[in-house]
């Protein structure tokens, strides 16, 4: 009779941890995919006007909604905390382009470039 409540209880835990571990994961793994759409796309809008194709505001608006998206899914990888200022920055970026000098960009570690390096990091 003990033994039989101790094994419920101890199976019981044990499904909790591994159903745990794998919400954890789903997390993990929607974090990655809205932060790669977010840098995707925008490295698809920053080529486009590197090639000569004019400001798309509309375009900047969806840019701010992906990185927002990627802020929000990136709030449960706990170790990378950072990472979440660093995505809405860059939502807040996009709305407000005109006010960003090139040196708050770097300070805050938003270039395109940096993001990219941290969603490779967040792949491993």
Request: glycine share 2%; charged share 30%; aromatic share 8%.
């Amino acid at each position: 009779m003990m033994t039989d409540i101790l094994s419920k209880g101890i199976s019981a835990f044990v499904n909790f941890l591994a159903h745990s571990r794998d919400k954890k994961s789903q997390q993990r793994e929607q974090s990655i995919r809205d932060l790669s759409a977010a840098v995707v796309e925008t490295r698809i809008y920053l080529q486009s006007q590197k090639r000569g194709k004019p400001q798309d505001f509309k375009r900047e608006e969806e840019l701010a909604r992906l990185w927002a998206q990627a802020a929000i899914s990136c709030r449960h990888c706990s170790k990378e905390w950072a990472l979440v200022d660093e995505a809405f920055d860059k939502c807040q970026y996009w709305l407000d382009n005109p006010d960003w000098s090139l040196d708050r960009i770097v300070q805050s570690g938003i270039q395109i470039e940096e993001m990219e390096r941290k969603l490779l990091n967040l792949m491993h």
